[in-house]
């Protein structure tokens, strides 16, 4: 059976490296003994390398919350996919929602940083999901939201060939409802199962996540009963006990 994989997104929280060092060691002690979960920490750019002194040998894996699409040059404040490789990375976050509403990133911007990363051997979790205009003034409509997810991923995904979704875990999707992230409103588990089965059957091979508004209470859900391939976690994962049941309900 193929691992569920469980992504902490840590944002820009943790002001010192002591803070973060003690919640990943809390992370790491608390799910030594768990099975059937590929844990993937996100940290800060600037706990990377502290936090991931053997790469490629742990469980949490290490990944970034973002890189740029240029593998070096004259772009100030940028982190290029190359760098993140060096350091032992195997994920990068791209196309979060939040990149979008505070810093004007667009599909494009996007489509352009999925593939410098796949080129430098890294995974990309590609974000999509509607907001509230997508999601329908009074309830879910899901026409609304599948058309909205369509235009995405061929946004996102242009000219990247068939061929490397064969290739196992060379991309991953994460469905974020916008209004879902940070709100404490999750998305239903009917309505999230028809997301994802969309998904699905769009782009195939490749592992659709869910995430917003993630709790231990409704993890499992979103694995047996909405199907998901694993969960992408924000504000839930700086809580160690918190994210550690978290994985606890998502093993087998």
């Known amino acids: 059976m193929k691992k569920i994989l469980v992504i902490a997104n840590w944002k820009c929280n943790h002001v010192t490296l002591k803070e973060a060092k003690k919640l990943f060691n809390s992370i790491v002690r608390g799910i030594k003994k768990i099975k059937g979960v590929e844990v993937v920490i996100c940290p800060p750019f600037v706990y990377l390398q502290s936090l991931n002194p053997k790469p490629y040998t742990l469980n949490p894996k290490i990944g970034a919350q973002n890189c740029f699409w240029e593998e070096k040059g004259p772009f100030t404040g940028e982190i290029s996919p190359k760098m993140l490789k060096n350091l032992g990375c195997e994920y990068v976050i791209v196309g979060h929602s939040e990149r979008e509403r505070y810093f004007g990133e667009t599909d494009e911007m996007t489509n352009k940083k999925i593939k410098a ?83 699905k059957g769009i782009i195939k091979n490749v592992p659709i996540l869910y995430g917003g508004s993630v709790n231990s209470e409704n993890a499992a859900g979103y694995i047996k009963e909405a199907k998901f391939d694993g969960l992408l976690i924000g504000g839930a994962s700086l809580n160690p006990k918190e994210f550690v049941e978290i994985v606890k309900n998502c093993s087998y």
């Open 117 to 199: 990363a796949i080129s430098a051997g890294l995974k990309p979790i590609l974000c999509i999901g509607e907001t509230e205009k997508e999601l329908g003034s009074k309830k879910y409509e899901l026409g609304k939201v599948k058309k909205y997810l369509k235009k995405q991923l061929e946004n996102n995904l242009k000219g990247i060939p068939n061929s490397l979704f064969q290739i196992p875990d060379s991309l991953i999707v994460a469905y974020e409802p916008v209004w879902a992230v940070g709100t404490g409103k999750p998305c239903g588990i009917s309505e999230a199962r028809e997301a994802n089965l969309f998904i």
